[in-house]
């Protein structure tokens, strides 16, 4: 009898994963919590004009502790305006990246202006602080303007990095701090990066006017990075507006107007090696400076879709991908990589009740630059029981001449 008991339970196992979300309004964006290890996806350009801009994105208060994932999928948030209600340690769309990413994001008109309040110690228009092997990718910050009197550390997309990667970010920005005070503060501006303490960048760019014109005379101001520590920069540059946007600029210290001269000129690039700008990530043909070459990107036009099926049954997961290089694939089981799956399909050729239940499945797309992953699809599994002989839950089912409507007698109780 408590054999026939056994076979009648149901044990669910529930396991914990990172779930994703999309965001799709400024609402939205602004309820990412503290802390979060989730994955977002922004699915919607949002600007000035999107609904529930006055009041969040007008006075923004930036994601704090994020140790997530965020996927822009190309798309922009614009008209970005800084911390005018309170003042932070370090201030950015992201308060503080730890661990976590950001990529395939647009920032367009920025604005951090206001004298006194806002700004925080460290402030980057992307995130006030990348520590802990966090990432920022494939993330551009244009015509945006910092200029305050607060901010200690300042740079057109970090603040400061503290042990982080930067990869195919460039910038595009005014940063004119006047800090100043007793004693003496220590002020690093940089159009891409203010303090660059330990970690990479590669494949990155500032272009734009970096000044500082407080009283301070512990100051460092540079159109990439103000200070750097354990850093290595590899494929990166700089280009100083002469007029500002749009006129002829100075390369570095000496003056070049054409892109060609941006990625062979010593004095241009700022690289460990003197390596050349890498013309398969950038494209340089009649533009004043570099832009990323969209053949570089790795774009999924069919993610895995979610599969419910009848344990034992097989789960075949897809997915489609496109690139001008050649891609690679790795499928992941929550978040995990799966020993061994590499191709664009990934099947479970026996699944198991109630272990793979719930289960989320996904795949990191890379190519020779860059790595994008897709959307988790969910793994729903139905018990072997619950379809005995073909016959789905629900239906009366007779076992030994017993019919289930009779079973709690047969297992002596009322």
């Known amino acids: 009898m408590r054999k ?16 994703t979300i999309n965001i799709g309004t400024w609402n939205q964006l602004s309820n990412i919590p503290s802390g979060t290890t989730n994955r977002y996806v922004l699915k919607a350009d949002l600007d000035s004009s999107s609904v529930g801009y006055t009041g969040l994105a007008d006075q923004w ?28 340690d370090a201030d950015g769309l992201f308060g503080s990246i730890l661990g976590g990413s950001v990529s395939n994001l647009v920032l367009i008109n920025p604005q951090c202006n206001n004298v006194g ?16 092997d966090g990432l920022i990718q494939n993330c ?23 042990g982080g990667t930067l990869r195919n970010c460039y910038t595009d920005v005014i940063i004119n701090n006047s800090r100043s005070g007793i004693p003496n503060p220590t002020v690093r501006h940089g159009g891409l990066v203010g303090v660059f ?34 850093a290595g920069a590899f494929n990166c540059g700089w280009y100083n507006y002469a007029g500002g946007p749009g006129a002829p600029g100075i390369w570095a210290d000496h003056e070049e107007t054409n892109a060609t001269a941006f990625y ?30 969209a053949g570089s990107l790795v774009a999924i036009t069919s993610h895995p879709q979610d599969i419910e099926v009848v344990a034992p049954a097989s789960a075949i997961f897809s997915v ?31 699944t198991t009740y109630p ?17 994008v992953t897709s959307d988790s699809a969910v793994l729903t599994i139905t018990a072997p029981w619950s379809h005995i002989g073909g016959v789905s839950r629900g239906t009366v089912l007779v076992v030994g001449g017993v019919s289930t409507g009779n079973l709690a007698r047969v297992l002596g109780r009322p």
């Open 4 to 19: 026939l008991t056994a076979l009648l339970l149901l044990v669910l196992v529930c396991g914990s994963s990172a779930a």
């Open 61 to 88: 208060e930036h994601i704090e502790n994020f140790s997530g994932v965020f996927d822009g999928e190309g798309h922009s948030i614009s008209d970005l305006e800084y911390g005018k209600t309170s003042y932070h």
């Open 117 to 132: 309040n806002e700004g925080g110690h460290d402030f980057g228009f992307i995130a006030g602080t990348l520590e802990n």
């Open 140 to 162: 551009y910050v244009t015509s945006g303007i910092h200029s305050n009197n607060s901010s200690l550390r300042i740079g057109g997309l970090v603040g400061t990095v503290d």
């Open 197 to 230: 303490t330990a970690g990479e960048m590669h494949n990155c760019f500032s272009v734009g006017t970096v000044e500082y014109t407080g009283t301070s005379t512990d100051e460092s101001t540079w159109n990439l990075v103000g200070e750097t520590g354990e």
């Open 264 to 293: 062979t000129s010593d004095h241009g690039v700022y690289t460990d090696g003197d390596e050349p700008w890498d013309t398969n990530v950038w494209y340089f043909s009649g533009l004043t400076y570099p832009l990323f070459d």
């Open 320 to 350: 489609t991908a496109t690139s001008d290089d050649d891609l690679y694939y790795q499928w992941r089981t929550n978040t995990v990589d799966v020993s061994g799956e590499t191709n664009s399909t990934y099947t479970i050729a026996s």
């Open 355 to 371: 272990d793979d239940n719930g289960m989320l499945v996904d795949v990191v797309v890379t190519n020779s630059l860059i790595s």
